[in-house]
């Protein structure tokens, strides 16, 4: 299965680069995993809301330049539908039994996702009520990732 991460901005972190560098290589017998990077806009505290609007439409734009069309489309967003780790594993697995050998996942900025984009999604995903930095959430989803492989593959740690 080819699984892409679409996220907004560069993570500068060591600690979530060591993390985010493992869970890759954990993943390497499972899928094949690409993240790509799009571009972040200055989203400063002071924003208006037209200006938040305009950041957001233009990360939106360069995301879903950034999709493949075959490709099926999850999106990260706190109002999303939230899955148990096993249900997820059998919604991927689902997925490579339809013959969908190609999923995206798409993180947000600091703002959350464009109209444009949420529309686009095939699923949205909420991993919790709670907010995270856009930046832990790709390693947390790596994570996630890989334990949903392990689910479906029958293979201890996801308890």
């Known amino acids: 299965m080819n699984i892409d991460i679409i996220c907004v901005g560069k993570i500068k972190e060591k600690y979530l680069l060591d993390g985010i560098n493992e869970y890759k290589k954990r993943l390497l017998p499972y899928c094949k995993l690409r993240i790509i990077e799009a571009i972040e806009q200055k989203a400063p505290e002071t924003l208006s809301e037209k200006e938040k609007v305009q950041v957001l439409e233009r990360e939106g734009r360069d995301i879903l330049q950034k999709l493949n069309p075959s490709s099926y489309i999850i999106t ?34 600091s703002l959350g996702l464009s109209p444009e984009v949420k529309a686009r999604a095939d699923l949205s995903l909420s991993f919790s009520k709670l907010t995270f930095p856009h930046q832990l959430m790709r390693l947390i989803l790596i994570e996630q990732i890989y334990r949903w492989f392990k689910i479906i593959h029958g293979e201890p740690y996801h308890k």
Do not use: N, W, Y
Request: glycine share 12%; proline share 3%; with cysteine.
């Open 76 to 109: 990260l967003c706190i109002e999303g539908q939230p899955l148990s780790s096993e249900e997820m594993a059998k919604k991927l697995s689902d997925l490579m039994i339809d013959g969908r050998s190609h999923v995206t996942f798409i993180i947000g900025g």
